[in-house]
């Protein structure tokens, strides 16, 4: 098993910024993807980004590009994402997501272990 635990979330007036983590402990996979998924009320779970095992493939959502950005610390076992120029349809609550092996999925059925997800609010 995986444990997944993201940190970060919050309160933030529109246009500002929030960086949010998760920490993965447990099973080791000798190489993961990593992403990061949101759900807001009433909607789809929809991805916004994911990161190769290596670190050196990066994928978005065509609405957080330019303004999102994930990385992770292979060595920690965490995965980042920084969010600059927060807008209100940015709230929802996010969630990181680990999928065992090298192709770097954006789909959510396509992720093995999920975290509890943290609260991110956009104040207009």
């Known amino acids: 098993q995986v444990q997944l635990v993201e940190s970060g979330g919050g309160l933030v007036q529109a246009g500002g910024f929030l960086r949010l983590s998760c920490a993965a402990s447990?099973?080791?996979?000798?190489?993961?993807?990593m992403g990061w998924f949101r759900q807001a009320p009433g909607k789809e779970r929809e991805f916004v980004a994911a990161?190769?095992?290596?670190?050196?493939?990066?994928y978005y959502a065509e609405s957080v590009k330019g303004r999102f950005t994930i990385s992770r610390n292979s060595a920690k076992n965490t995965v980042y994402l920084q969010m600059n120029s927060l807008k209100p349809e940015d709230t929802a609550v996010y969630y990181c997501?680990?999928?065992?092996?090298?192709?770097?999925?954006?789909?959510?059925?396509?992720?093995?272990?999920w975290g509890q997800g943290t609260q991110v609010t956009v104040s207009s």
């Open positions: 447990g099973r080791a996979f000798s190489r993961y993807t």
């Open positions: 997501a680990v999928r065992a092996g090298t192709y770097t999925a954006t789909g959510s059925y396509e992720y093995d272990y």
């Open positions: 990161i190769s095992w290596s670190g050196g493939s990066t």
